[in-house]
């Protein structure tokens, strides 16, 4: 009998086949079913690659327009070495080529951004299209496609007429938008623009803030005439940058739009507040803590639903222990010195996530509590709302196909760079091909990474992407512009199951001048007092213009309160919706006039009653703490943080007497502590604690008053500490000062043990009974030996003396960890105080006093939380006595 062997892979397919094929939120369409066959394909050479030209591999956008009015959006694409592409909607996910016939093809440029306007008012979308690379200005000079109608075959074809409108810029540009920056009624044009360099970017040198860089970008006011003239200068849009995403949006909620520009390398982000005279001013430093280095794409909007915009901006940190460590330098501390030395604010390699505040008040970074700070290298974010819950989430495009920042290459480079050839060089550049991010917004600040159960976790090189509805579901599809592979097209099949959710979408019809209406402020309120905010942009995340149709996801809502829209030029409208899941028209003629000021928020910011107020200099309090740079990481290269810095303590009581509380502030060493006496007006009067000059080597680390020879008056201890002397110095010794009763201090050494101690803090209380009070002194650690602790001290006070009793009264104490807080209380209501002890790199932890001495205690629920805890408090949270 002849046996008959089945092939391994038909039989591997079929074991395949058979399994159950796993759903997911998003399916990848091919591009024989799409018919968009689009692939930014880049091809090296010798003379023209990723060490001749860095930005080859920036990638290049996609653009939603619905460009022959048939109510279906279509999709345009820009290419580097290739043609850019224009594909027709035809339905069902469906699409044609017209880029030969539209005139749109753009086959002799290098195509970067692209965004969305009707330039002229005649009811067809044209296309604006950035350009760079090359270095001929005509070559790269950026692209108006005005839109001409319908040709003989029914088809949409364009004029380029960049010149005639005055905007044929040629700064190397990244990005556009289209906005109205003056009020007057009239889009105007803001281009970004990243001219490539030969020198170092990354190096520190003066700010070129006057207009004159080559990477200057370029504002465009709208005469209305069908042109446009050159504002940047007198607009006040002059300081230089290396333009990777542009966002526009109403920061501070004034009426006005401003604009966040997201720079790579060394110049900082830029956040231009709009005057309201025709002029901006960058105030990055007030709104912005700290930013991305490498700032590339940036999105703004509402993401947590609480009225104020969000920012965030990409980066290129790796998830994987092994991308963090072959890809980021060391961050160095003369890095964070220059810095200071140069005028720039902090930068760090991670994605940055902004939360808005309100006007006036700065922004909230959370991207590590989010949880979406680390993406690799990353591209273009979108916050938009792909589940229909209501809550709008975060997509995230990246990849590289040349990894420079490799550290084993640089190495190599370094290494045999004199004498490998061009393509042994790139041949050892590793690739970042890694699946995109997609991340749930889960309704509490953070996201869930969901890349598996959307299904939008395919390896590419992705740069620009939009969300759209291509098929009219009521759902967002995502569309992806990748180099080497074709366009992504991804279909969302969120109301093709059984569990449907909600929807409402809103197409604005604008004036003349402003069709999509740019600039609109839009507020979906809900019967339990919730709402939904947007502002109306279409240039989104990176080089991209998404669809201009505004989508609010309800979840299972079904009832909408009242939709509310107010249009940049002061008019507005409110209506009361009848029916979700369908798509409404707001007319700007239908809308009235009205004072932004008169509505409610979020179109207009709450009014804030401020709990405190700054009086320092009106009460007389001009202490400003000194303190001499010293550099830790020269000593101990491993530390997490300097020790020597960590800024003055401060002790408040009656010092003088007269029944009005005082005050003093610690020194660092070289200076003195000040003494502030308040007197009954209310003000203060500041006077050096020490005089003379070896008083002032200590540096005060912690500080009490309290009347150690129950004389009725408040004497002081402080507790000598830093890391920035040698070991067995004698400005580790603490010091006990006496008081007169007035306010006059005399030093009583020989009241104390001299223990040569780097300390921390020190704490009060009478835990034997005497009638005296005793001491707590948290020990941090030496110079030189961080994480080892140094000691920690009890203190009892025998009728005026401080005497050491750790080792007698409190085994275990001396050596306990790097105390940063502690806490006299009654931890187990014995009646007997307690300390509990919080530190740096220990668990809270508590010794129990027993009446004869102090037990460890275990058990406590606490002891197993490891961590950097700062400080501590105690108080009956629950309300159970306890």
């Known amino acids: 009998m002849r046996k008959t062997w089945l092939p391994l892979s038909i039989f591997l397919f079929s074991i395949f086949s058979c399994s159950k094929r796993t759903d997911t939120l998003f399916e990848l369409h091919s591009t024989k079913t799409t018919g968009i066959e689009f692939n930014n394909r880049i091809v090296e050479s010798d003379t023209f690659n990723i060490l001749t030209d860095e930005y080859i591999f920036n990638g290049g956008g996609v653009a939603v327009g619905d460009f022959n009015n048939d109510g279906l959006p279509d999709l345009y694409f820009t290419g580097n070495q290739v043609s850019n592409a224009l594909y027709l909607n035809l339905g069902n996910l469906k699409f044609e080529d017209i880029t030969e016939s539209s005139g749109t093809a753009a086959a002799d440029r290098w195509s970067t951004g692209v965004t969305v306007v009707d330039i002229n008012g005649d009811g ?25 109608g319908l040709d003989n075959d029914g088809k949409p074809y364009f004029k380029e007429m960049a010149k005639e409108y005055g905007i044929a810029e040629h700064g190397n540009s990244m990005m556009a938008t289209f906005f109205d920056y ?114 590339m794409g940036s999105d703004i909007a509402d993401y947590n639903n609480d009225g104020y915009l969000d920012i965030i901006t990409l980066d290129m940190l790796g998830e994987s222990n092994f991308r963090k460590k072959t890809t980021i330098a060391k961050n160095s501390y003369q890095t964070y010195i220059n810095n200071e030395e140069w005028g720039y604010e902090y930068q760090h390699v991670r994605n940055m996530l902004h939360v808005g505040n309100g006007p006036e008040i700065p922004f909230s970074e959370i991207g590590f509590m989010a949880g979406i700070y680390q993406t690799d290298w990353s591209w273009s974010p979108l916050f938009v709302d792909m589940d229909n819950d209501g809550q709008r989430d975060l997509l995230i495009t990246n990849g590289f196909p040349r990894d420079i920042t490799d550290k084993d290459f640089a190495n190599y480079r370094a290494d045999v760079g004199s ?64 180099i080497n592979d074709p366009a992504f097209v991804f279909e969302n099949k969120t109301n093709q199951g059984k569990d449907k959710r909600n929807f409402l979408r809103v197409k604005l019809k604008g004036d003349q001048q402003n069709p999509m209406g740019i600039g609109a402020k839009l507020v979906l309120r809900f019967e339990d007092g919730s709402f939904q905010y947007h502002e109306q942009h279409v240039s989104r995340g990176y080089m991209s213009a998404v669809e201009d149709v505004v989508h609010f996801g309800l979840g299972d809502q079904d009832r909408v309160l009242m939709l509310e829209i107010f249009w940049q030029d002061g008019k507005y409208e409110s209506a009361r919706l009848e029916k979700v899941n369908e798509l409404i028209v707001l007319e700007h003629s239908n809308a009235q006039s009205k004072l932004l000021s008169d509505l ?41 943080h300097k020790l020597t810095q960590f800024g003055p303590g401060i002790v408040v009581g009656d010092i003088n007497g007269d029944g009005l509380e005082d005050f003093i502030v610690g020194s660092s060493s070289g200076f003195s ?57 004698e ?49 941090r650690s030496p110079i030189g030996q961080f994480p080892f602790p140094d000691q920690s001290i009890l203190l009892r006070n025998n009728q005026g003396k401080l005497e050491d009793v750790t080792d007698l009264l409190a085994p275990g104490l001396r050596q306990v960890g790097m105390v940063t807080d502690a806490l006299w209380t009654d931890f187990d209501q014995d009646g007997l105080v307690d300390l509990i002890l919080v530190g740096e790199l220990m668990p809270i932890t508590v010794f129990k006093n027993t009446g004869n001495g102090f037990e460890k205690l275990k058990d406590t ?18 309300g159970d006595g306890s």
């Open 124 to 148: 067809w979308m044209d296309i604006y299209v950035c350009s760079a690379m090359f270095p001929d200005k005509e070559r790269r000079s950026n692209m108006l496609f005005v839109n001409q």
């Open 182 to 295: 003056n009020n007057d009624g009239l889009l105007d044009l803001y281009v970004l623009n990243n001219e490539q360099v030969k020198g170092a970017p990354s190096n520190f040198r003066e700010k070129i803030t006057d207009g004159s860089a080559i990477n200057n970008d370029r504002l465009y006011k709208n005469n209305g005439d069908g042109t446009f003239t050159d504002v940047t200068i007198e607009a006040g849009i002059t300081i230089e940058g290396f333009g990777l995403g542009i966002a526009v949006a109403d920061i501070n909620q004034d009426g006005w739009l401003d604009i966040y520009v997201s720079n790579d390398y060394m110049p900082n982000d830029i956040l231009y507040i709009n005057n309201q005279d025709g002029t901006f001013s960058n105030r990055t430093k007030e709104y912005i803590r700290h930013q991305s280095m490498f700032s």
């Open 419 to 482: 004498v490998a050839s061009v393509r042994q060089l790139l041949d050892s550049i590793p690739i970042v091909k890694i699946p995109n991010y997609s991340f749930r917004n889960k309704g509490d600040w953070t996201f869930a990474d969901v890349g598996d159960s959307w299904g939008l976790n395919k390896p590419s090189f992705s740069n620009g992407a939009v969300f759209v509805d291509l098929d009219g579901d009521g759902d967002l599809d995502y569309v992806v512009n990748n």
């Open 600 to 640: 409610d928020f979020p179109f207009t910011p709450k009014e804030v009653n401020r709990l405190v107020e700054e009086v320092s200099y009106v009460k007389g309090i001009d202490f400003v703490h000194q303190e001499a740079d010293k550099i830790d990481y020269n000593i101990q290269r491993t530390l997490p």
């Open 673 to 729: 502590p000040r003494i502030f006496f308040q007197d009954e007006t209310g003000t203060f009067s500041g006077v050096d604690l020490f005089q003379k000059e070896e008083e002032k080597q200590f540096e005060e680390m912690g500080m009490v008053l309290f009347d150690v020879d129950n004389d009725g008056d408040l004497d002081l201890y402080l507790v000598s500490g830093s890391a920035e002397f040698r070991l067995d110095a």
């Open 731 to 779: 400005e580790y010794v603490d010091r006990l000062y006496i008081n007169d009763g007035k306010g006059n201090f005399q030093s009583s050494q020989d009241a104390l043990t001299a223990d040569k101690v780097s300390g921390s803090v020190v704490k009060v209380a009478d835990f034997d009974g005497d009638g005296y009070m005793d001491l707590f002194v948290g020990g």
């Open 861 to 878: 629920g606490m002891e197993n939380h490891l961590g950097w805890w700062n400080s501590i408090v105690a108080g009956d949270f629950n």
